[in-house]
Protein backbone atom coordinates (compact mmCIF):
# COMPACT_ATOMS: atom_id res chain seq x y z
CA UNK A 1 0.00 0.00 0.00
CA UNK A 2 1.21 3.79 -1.13
CA UNK A 3 0.19 6.29 0.86
CA UNK A 4 0.58 10.48 0.01
CA UNK A 5 -0.81 13.59 1.81
CA UNK A 6 -2.74 15.60 -0.55
CA UNK A 7 -1.86 19.58 0.25
CA UNK A 8 -4.07 22.71 -1.27
CA UNK A 9 -2.06 25.32 -0.98
CA UNK A 10 -0.13 24.99 3.07
CA UNK A 11 -3.42 23.16 4.00
CA UNK A 12 -3.77 19.64 4.11
CA UNK A 13 -6.84 18.69 1.91
CA UNK A 14 -6.77 14.62 2.40
CA UNK A 15 -5.51 11.41 1.61
CA UNK A 16 -4.65 9.28 -1.17
CA UNK A 17 -4.02 5.72 -1.20
CA UNK A 18 -3.21 2.77 -3.83
CA UNK A 19 -3.89 -0.35 -2.07
CA UNK A 20 -2.23 -2.92 -2.56
CA UNK A 21 -4.26 -4.99 -5.39
CA UNK A 22 -4.24 -1.45 -7.06
CA UNK A 23 -6.93 0.09 -6.12
CA UNK A 24 -7.34 4.14 -5.41
CA UNK A 25 -9.37 6.09 -2.69
CA UNK A 26 -8.89 9.66 -2.10
CA UNK A 27 -10.51 11.28 1.22
CA UNK A 28 -10.41 14.42 2.26
CA UNK A 29 -9.86 15.07 5.74
CA UNK A 30 -12.33 16.12 7.85
CA UNK A 31 -11.04 19.30 9.72
CA UNK A 32 -10.88 20.30 5.64
CA UNK A 33 -14.19 19.52 5.03
CA UNK A 34 -15.44 21.35 7.60
CA UNK A 35 -13.37 24.55 7.32
CA UNK A 36 -12.87 24.75 3.93
CA UNK A 37 -15.76 22.70 2.09
CA UNK A 38 -15.92 25.19 -1.02
CA UNK A 39 -11.87 24.69 -1.54
CA UNK A 40 -12.12 21.44 -3.75
CA UNK A 41 -8.66 20.61 -5.30
CA UNK A 42 -10.68 19.66 -8.64
CA UNK A 43 -14.02 20.26 -10.17
CA UNK A 44 -14.25 16.60 -10.12
CA UNK A 45 -13.92 16.06 -6.48
CA UNK A 46 -16.22 18.43 -4.79
CA UNK A 47 -15.12 18.42 -1.06
CA UNK A 48 -17.36 15.86 0.36
CA UNK A 49 -16.43 13.40 3.70
CA UNK A 50 -17.16 10.05 1.57
CA UNK A 51 -13.85 8.26 -0.15
CA UNK A 52 -13.47 8.56 -3.35
CA UNK A 53 -12.67 5.34 -5.26
CA UNK A 54 -11.33 4.08 -8.45
CA UNK A 55 -9.26 1.20 -10.31
CA UNK A 56 -6.77 3.94 -12.19
CA UNK A 57 -5.27 6.99 -10.70
CA UNK A 58 -7.85 9.67 -10.87
CA UNK A 59 -7.87 11.68 -13.75
CA UNK A 60 -6.78 14.88 -11.94
CA UNK A 61 -3.53 13.06 -9.90
CA UNK A 62 -2.53 12.03 -13.28
CA UNK A 63 -2.58 15.21 -14.61
CA UNK A 64 0.18 16.33 -12.40
CA UNK A 65 2.43 13.75 -13.71
CA UNK A 66 5.20 15.04 -15.85
CA UNK A 67 5.08 14.43 -19.20
CA UNK A 68 7.34 14.30 -22.91
CA UNK A 69 11.44 14.96 -21.83
CA UNK A 70 10.69 15.24 -18.24
CA UNK A 71 8.67 12.08 -17.80
CA UNK A 72 11.55 10.18 -19.43
CA UNK A 73 14.20 12.29 -17.01
CA UNK A 74 12.43 11.74 -14.15
CA UNK A 75 11.57 8.06 -14.97
CA UNK A 76 15.43 7.57 -15.56
CA UNK A 77 16.43 9.06 -12.51
CA UNK A 78 14.28 7.37 -10.16
CA UNK A 79 14.00 4.15 -11.97
CA UNK A 80 10.28 4.45 -11.98
CA UNK A 81 8.65 2.48 -14.52
CA UNK A 82 6.91 5.35 -16.67
CA UNK A 83 3.55 3.15 -15.91
CA UNK A 84 3.68 3.00 -12.36
CA UNK A 85 2.14 6.77 -11.95
CA UNK A 86 1.25 6.32 -8.39
CA UNK A 87 5.26 6.00 -7.73
CA UNK A 88 6.03 8.67 -10.74
CA UNK A 89 2.95 10.87 -8.50
CA UNK A 90 4.75 10.54 -5.45
CA UNK A 91 8.40 10.91 -6.85
CA UNK A 92 7.66 13.99 -9.02
CA UNK A 93 5.20 15.92 -7.56
CA UNK A 94 5.99 17.45 -4.23
CA UNK A 95 6.65 20.86 -5.50
CA UNK A 96 4.22 20.82 -8.59
CA UNK A 97 3.11 24.35 -10.14
CA UNK A 98 -0.58 25.32 -8.63
CA UNK A 99 -2.03 25.12 -5.61
CA UNK A 100 -2.07 21.28 -4.74
CA UNK A 101 1.39 19.55 -3.74
CA UNK A 102 1.65 15.42 -3.12
CA UNK A 103 3.80 14.08 0.05
CA UNK A 104 4.43 10.68 0.37
CA UNK A 105 3.77 8.80 3.58
CA UNK A 106 6.16 6.27 4.51
CA UNK A 107 5.80 3.52 6.62
CA UNK A 108 7.96 5.63 9.51
CA UNK A 109 5.99 8.46 8.89
CA UNK A 110 3.09 7.13 10.62
Known amino acids: ?21 GLYTFQY ?3 Y ?13 PVIEAKYGDNRLFPFFEGLIPEGWLLDIASKNWKINQ ?3 MGL ?14 KPIHEKDE
Open 83 to 85: NDR
Open 1 to 21: MRRAEIYYKDLLAGILVETDE
Open 33 to 45: VAKHPDQFITFSM
Open 89 to 102: LLACCQNCIGAVSV
Open 29 to 31: EKE
